[in-house]
């Protein structure tokens, strides 16, 4: 079935095009611009979100925001490998993803430690990468309740997945 599903849309849309008098090839056409467009826009708040990821991994400033953390979780016995992601999650997906396959091929997948970068991977975003890119590209520039909201967020997400996979696998 799954090989039909993408067939099957693509048709569907053309049939009602078609029965709408649409011209779906030009309506197509268009949205490809306005989509290289909006991509075109969206670039400067990439590389400034990109290169701020850089200098604050550069810096210094992730591993003393992991010394600040680390006598907490020592407190609840949650495992110290896993404070780089959850650091870095609301930051990058890119930069969380590498680091969750690091944990898995260092810990396994079966591990506690992998299974708790999974969990963690799939309950939290990546605010600061959507406040920056989706709020610049439409000139939204008070953040500030979107960027609370965001990060308590995330800190459900890893509170939860922490306790989940205790609960589950701990």
């Known amino acids: ?29 268009e ?11 969206l670039l400067p708040f990439l590389l ?27 407190i609840f016995a949650i495992p110290e490998q896993i404070l780089p992601l959850a650091l870095i999650r609301p930051i990058s997906g890119t930069a969380a993803l590498s680091v969750t396959t690091e944990l898995i091929r260092t810990f396994g997948p079966d591990s506690f430690v992998g299974q708790l970068a999974s969990v963690m991977q799939g309950s939290t975003d990546t605010t600061l990468y959507i406040i920056t890119v989706y709020f610049g590209a439409v000139g939204i520039r008070r953040m500030g309740d979107a960027l609370k909201v965001g990060l308590l967020a995330d800190l459900a997400g890893i509170i939860a997945s922490i306790v989940i996979v205790i609960i589950l696998f701990g």
Do not use: N
Not at 1 to 28: D, H
Not at 31 to 41: C, L, Y
């Open 1 to 29: 079935m799954s090989i039909w599903l993408i067939p099957g849309v693509i048709l569907i849309v053309l049939v009602t095009a078609t029965i709408k008098r649409v011209p779906a090839y030009e309506v197509f056409v």
């Open 31 to 41: 949205g490809s611009k306005e989509g290289i467009q909006i991509a075109i826009s």
């Open 48 to 74: 400034g979100m990109m290169v701020s990821i850089a200098i604050f991994q550069a810096s210094g400033a992730m591993d003393a925001a992991l010394g600040l953390v680390k006598p907490l979780t020592s």
